[in-house]
């Protein structure tokens, strides 16, 4: 939840800095959406578009024209967004727990 008076808001467990479709979300897991916090590798960025709004074209469960043709709302944006990263921490648990039965 955010601090009072600090323009963040809480929608389908994404804390917001309230800035609208520009802003950073961050994660129920405690990431920010697309964090490269534990990766070696610098991604280039994307100077023209958001890459939030255009996640589930690329995870290809949305077409290209539904992100502005009225077909999703914000809600859909951020329900998706959710299943996205609970789908990503589950198969990581999972490739976890693997390695831990193969070690043993």
């Known amino acids: 939840m955010g601090r009072q008076g600090s323009g963040e808001k809480s929608v389908h467990g994404y804390q917001t800095d309230g800035g609208g479709l520009g802003s950073q979300p961050r994660r ?6 697309g964090s490269q916090e534990d990766v070696s590798w610098d991604p280039v960025p994307f ?5 939030l709004v255009w996640t589930p074209v690329a995870a290809g469960l949305w077409r290209q024209h539904e992100i502005s043709d009225g077909t999703y709302t914000i809600r859909d944006l ?18 976890a727990w693997r390695e831990g039965q193969a070690a043993q």
Do not use: M
């Open 78 to 95: 951020l329900d998706v967004l959710e299943f996205l990263d609970v789908k990503a921490e589950n198969e990581r648990r999972y490739r």
């Open 47 to 51: 100077p023209t578009l958001d890459a």
């Open 28 to 33: 129920f897991f405690g990431l920010k959406h």
